[in-house]
């Protein structure tokens, strides 16, 4: 594969083991960045330049959980890799298959891949694959290996291998799964079951382990880059420790207020904070959550005088926060809550003569927002950056209280008091100390 662009690498003996291995069945449980998807690419590309023993016209697959990250993740990266041999493939941008020819070296071969989003595995069946990669499996729902693709490598004549590869995951649909996949195929006795695992500092550079150890509370980094199956917790907050993190705190005039808003009616939950400052005067990291409010059966106006009346004429100035569903119609005016907030004149700096407001296009995912929580809360350094005041009564309670339905990944709103100040927290942490994987990650090296 020498005239092919592949991304070089510096072997560590797992991972050449892992490319070399003749089992039909392979499961890589690796940490983040560490070579698992780039090693199963290789194999992928082998496949596809070599004549099969048996099938003329041979067909690959390789799946993600979803179209678009099929398309990001692997497509380009197709398109990259076979570049300086575009002139004997053919390649489809609207369906994502490549489609090989004869090799320079005039080996000849007839191999198509398809790239494919998983959650609606049935599209993938009724042709039989030789050689199948599941990327992201934690996330990929269980019956697209066992209803779709397992039964396409059955077929007599593919008698065809797969991989599952991906990172562990604490919730996720596949997570289960996939973990019992992993188990149960390196248990086998068979040499056609393998499974490889390795963690992300035996490739990563140390300075890199050191980011992420910053950023990450300390279960996400274990499951994240030394590859752990963590232990699923109920609540959802689980780094929150009310000796560590409720303190008697005391405002700095010299700072502004930092208002995070969630625009709920019953409650509105809006959370008070500031940029925890040194003795020596300098800001040390951390959020300090100085007071909350919550009204039930409210609106906007009524929150932003309730917060006049509590913290108005702050020298330092306002900086709002939150849910970006506020940029739409609110329920009791023609007008967004931003606009309604735009529009007093009591929170205007006075140097713009307009109000700070901070707020995405978009919601985080949940799940990055939940995360970069507990990362503030404690990280994998044991670092604690969040600070509550013991009068911000109905957070300290979410913090607490806030949990999972059982088994599952979604949060439990059945208690109607809930969620909603850790919500206005969340939206605020995700904004200046951001770390959601998928971003996180971007631009960290694969290998030293």
Known sequence: MTYLKLQKLNWIPEQEEYLMSQARFIAAD?????????IAFRRMCRAMLQQHPTIDHPLYLWGLPTADQAKTTIWFKLLETFEPI??????????????????????????????????????????????VVLDEMSDMPPNAYLTSVFPAISDINCNGWCML??????????????????EEWEANPSPQYARFHWTSDRVLPPATIAEAMSQLDEKTFREQFHASWETASGLVYYAFNEKTHVRELTANPSLPLLISCDFNV?????????????????????????????LTDSNTPEALDVLWSLWGNWKAGYHFFGDAA???????????????????????????????????????????????????????????????DPNCVALINDLKSVAYLDGMRN????????????????????TIAPIGFDTMIQGMPLVV
């Not at 690796?30 to 780039?38: A, L, V």
């Not at 991906?166 to 997570?175: D, L, Q, S």
């Not at 949060?411 to 995700?430: F, N, P």
Request: aromatic share 4%; glycine share 10%; proline share 4%.
């Open 165 to 182: 590869i991906g990172v562990p995951k604490v919730r996720g649909v596949g997570a289960s799964f996939f973990k019992n996949k992993c």
């Open 30 to 38: 690796c940490g983040r960045r560490s070579g698992k998807t780039e």
């Open 266 to 294: 019953n409650p509105m939950s809006w959370v008070i904070c500031q940029a925890g400052i040194n003795a020596n005067g300098t800001l040390d990291g951390a959020i300090h959550v100085i007071d909350e409010i919550r």
């Open 326 to 388: 506020g940029a739409h119609h609110n329920t009791t005016s023609d007008l967004s809550d931003y606009v309604i907030m735009e529009q007093d004149e009591r929170y205007k700096d006075p140097s713009t003569n307009m109000v700070n407001i901070s707020v995405p296009s978009a919601n985080p995912r949940v799940l990055s927002r939940i995360a970069s929580v507990n990362a503030v809360l404690r990280n994998a350094l044991g670092e604690v950056r969040l600070f509550i």
């Open 411 to 430: 949060i439990d709103k059945r208690d109607a008091s809930l969620t909603h100040m850790s919500d206005a927290l969340g939206y605020l942490v995700h």
């Open 86 to 131: 575009m002139s004997i493939c053919k390649t489809r941008d609207m369906t994502l298959e490549v489609q090989t020819g004869t090799r320079p070296d005039g080996t000849p071969t007839s191999s198509k891949l398809l790239v494919r989003g998983m959650m609606n595995a049935a599209r993938v069946e009724g042709v039989g694959y030789c050689g």
